[in-house]
């Protein structure tokens, strides 16, 4: 048999890791839904193709113990008894988990996990004595499992299908007195070549395999009948049984699907017609997919360079406007400054229709991140001993991919701590008068330039006083101090590291480590974190992010001589103040703005007020994060700018206060200002958590924008 060469072979493996985690994803939902609805025989039989699938993939990529485990439970799923057994759903979990933990091995190339106890396991669903009559009738099909037809001959059969060929599976046994076993099936392929066309054969023609029974797939108009009569070869074949195998024709672009005529045949039908590793949709069931013809893999990598590429053709299209302001500056009247302008005008329109199309390709449901919370959900609540329904809305909404992979482990935080902290067990609802069965919520939807995601629990509610005391007992804040603080200003100190309210520690919650985790993410990906709560009302965790991570339109400011950037959705309006109006209440700088009181972050050094400088006059920018509003004193503004983001190590910067940094048209460095940092490092200050002011942390001296220009230099 053609072996795959090395490449081939990895891609092959690549293909499948991807496929597999998508099949384990429905094995768990499958395993969800015989939990709610026990013994339901279309979930069961969905289930048993699954793995069968699962199986076929393994065996292709080369991974034979994944493939023998799996085979060991798509037979006990094939019989009678796997549906009533009480523990189905649970052993469905253990073997999903056990899959994937040899898929980590596989891809880790590391030990695999020991097989025995799921084993164990799964030979509890044959136990039962009215099984073995059952499997006496279904040892014909578990025979015929343990084929795997490859790639090219399923193509063969869908192409045979196509042409209104029937295809049929022969299999055929050799006479035990027969001398020359290689020579019988060399006669019986010989036989059935005079009906159709012989699409595969086990043992392979020309092996030197020693058999007592031959295996083939013949293509053919001919009927069963006919085949029958073929194959009966005195001395040669002692018996030979013919099913014919129903493929669907594919008259547009598609899948094959395949029924049998039996139950006894489905294990044939599944090996002949379900694609293994080459299939790039491999649950399809129930589920509208696009056609396999229209589906492009693409690797990430790949986007991200082309995505590289577009942002340095905006940093080229703000260079040649920097040259044409300049021309139009020299030579007004120039009759060349007309064309030049209108072709930079259609560069732009193309380069922004480009930008926009690439982007999308990056785009992803946030379906793909929310299959996984319904297991999420049941094993942490099971833990707890609560009963909790999940409520998922907005799977539709589309989101960067390389955002949502970023997103899954705080996601995965806030859910857990939602089921363990939030939501009560079933005895103390009912005494608070509400359903014994708790209700979690995950909503995505899209707000502006911005995708929310929203985690909602109806519980107990976050105790703020018992936060409050914590928060004093911890240093961080003064008894003094808390007393001020509004509600939404105590709920912040839920994020601080090591913080944590439970009185017990549990295996899921109560060690004071999770939410930290999202804030520190949700900043580090210029998104935000918001928390609401109602006392036994529930809970709401709100993460804002921004729909890309790669361009940005900005606004450019400078604040003593140095030039810096937040992104333009951000700034609500722009107003001018003097000096004068600024009032110091309780350690920070306020502005009345109309009817508004504002508290302003001061990105630059106080005025020295003994030199006159108290009556200058200053540009507040009005910052809207989520339902907080503040506002930035800078000193000049440069005006609007669509900047391509570049990531700078810790070591040209050492602050969490800037984001990233670009290069504009003329050369200049500009910083982008991670806001959320800036506005939590305001506000542990206000509560005299940390002493300073926010410029002084921002940027020590100005040798930083050189190395960042330097950095931003060697990347480009």
């Avoid at 084929?147 to 192409?159: D, H, I, K, P, S």
């Avoid at 939590?680 to 930083?704: I, N, Q, W, Y």
Wanted: aromatic fraction near 4%; include cysteine.
């Amino acid at each position: 048999m053609t072996q795959f060469s090395d490449e081939r072979g990895a891609e092959l493996r690549e293909l499948f890791f991807e496929t597999a985690q998508e099949l384990l994803q429905s094995m768990n939902e499958e395993a969800l839904k015989l939990e709610q609805k026990p013994g339901e025989a279309e979930t069961v039989r969905t289930m048993r193709r699954i793995v069968h699938t699962l199986k076929g993939d393994a065996a292709a990529a080369g991974f034979q113990e994944l493939s023998e485990v799996a085979h060991e439970f798509e037979d006990a799923l094939a019989l009678e008894t796997a549906a009533a057994h009480g523990s189905l759903a649970e052993i469905a979990f253990s073997a999903a988990d056990f899959f994937g933990a040899m898929l980590n091995a596989y891809r880790n190339q590391s030990k695999l996990p020991n097989a025995t106890a799921l084993q164990k396991k799964i030979r509890e669903l044959t136990q039962d004595p009215k099984a073995r009559k059952v499997r006496g009738r279904k040892s014909k099909a578990a025979a015929k499992d343990r084929t795997v037809w490859t790639e090219y001959e399923q193509l063969a059969m869908q192409a045979a299908a196509n042409e209104s060929k029937a295809v049929y599976h022969i299999l055929a046994q050799i006479d035990p007195h027969c001398a020359m076993p290689i020579a019988a099936r060399q006669l019986l392929l010989k036989a059935l070549s005079d009906l159709g066309e012989v699409l595969a054969s086990r043992p392979e023609a020309g092996s030197a395999e020693n058999s007592k029974s031959v295996e083939l797939i013949l293509a053919c108009k001919a009927s069963d009948a006919d085949i029958a009569a073929k194959c009966k070869i005195p001395t040669i074949i002692a018996s030979a049984a013919v099913d014919r195998i129903e493929i669907q024709p594919q008259i547009a672009a598609g899948k094959p699907s395949a029924s049998s005529q039996s139950e006894e045949d489905s294990q044939v039908v599944a090996d002949a017609a379900v694609a293994t590793v080459t299939s790039a949709q491999p649950v399809a069931a129930a589920r509208q997919t696009p056609s396999s013809d229209n589906i492009l893999r693409v690797d990430a990598e790949r986007v991200d360079a082309v995505l590289n590429l577009v942002g340095e053709l905006i940093v080229g299209k703000s260079m040649l406007q920097q040259a044409l302001n300049e021309f139009t500056k020299h030579y007004p009247k120039d009759a060349l400054r007309g064309r030049f302008a209108d072709a930079m005008a259609f560069q732009a329109r193309v380069l922004n229709d480009l930008q926009r199309s690439v982007m999308k390709i990056r785009m992803v449901p946030v379906e793909q991140l929310f299959r996984r919370f319904p297991r999420v959900v049941r094993d942490v609540a099971k833990q707890c001993g609560k009963d909790v329904q999940l409520v998922v809305l907005g799977q539709d909404t589309d989101l960067d991919k390389g955002l949502l992979d970023a997103i899954a482990e705080p996601l995965t935080h806030v859910v857990r701590n939602a089921v363990s902290h939030g939501i009560e067990d079933a005895a103390e609802r009912v005494r608070a008068g509400k359903p014994a069965q708790g209700t979690l919520r995950l909503d995505a939807y899209h707000q502006g330039n911005q995708v929310v995601v929203e985690v909602s629990d109806d519980g107990r509610g976050i105790d703020s006083d018992k936060v409050k005391a914590r928060a004093v007992e911890r240093g961080l804040v003064s008894p003094e101090k808390a007393k001020r603080l509004t509600e939404a200003e105590v709920l912040e100190f839920i994020f601080q590291p090591g913080f944590s309210t439970a009185e017990t520690i549990t295996e899921v919650s109560g060690r004071g480590v999770g939410l930290d985790v999202v804030q520190t993410v949700l900043q580090r990906l210029k998104g935000n974190v918001q928390v609401e709560s109602r006392p036994g009302q529930g809970t709401k965790f709100r993460l804002q992010l921004p729909l890309t991570l790669a361009i940005i339109k900005a606004l450019l400011f400078r604040v003593e001589q140095r030039l810096y950037a937040i992104p333009l959705n951000t700034v609500g309006e722009i107003a001018r103040a003097d000096e004068s109006d600024l009032h110091r209440v309780n350690g920070c700088e306020m502005l009345q703005l109309r009817e508004q009181v504002l508290p302003v972050i001061r990105l630059g050094t106080l005025p020295n007020s003994a030199a006159g400088e108290k009556r200058g006059k200053v540009f507040v920018l009005v910052i809207q994060l989520g339902e907080g509003k503040f506002g930035l004193l800078v000193n000049a503004l440069e005006g609007e700018e669509e900047l391509v983001i570049k990531a700078l190590d810790d070591q040209t910067v050492e602050t969490d206060l800037v984001s990233g940094a670009s290069i504009l048209g003329d050369g200049r460095v500009v910083l982008i200002l991670n806001l959320p940092a800036v506005m939590g490092r305001f506000t542990r200050m206000r509560h005299g958590a940390e002493t300073g002011t926010v410029f002084g942390l921002l940027l020590s001296h100005s040798e930083r924008a050189r190395s960042a220009k330097a950095a931003l230099g060697a990347q480009a």
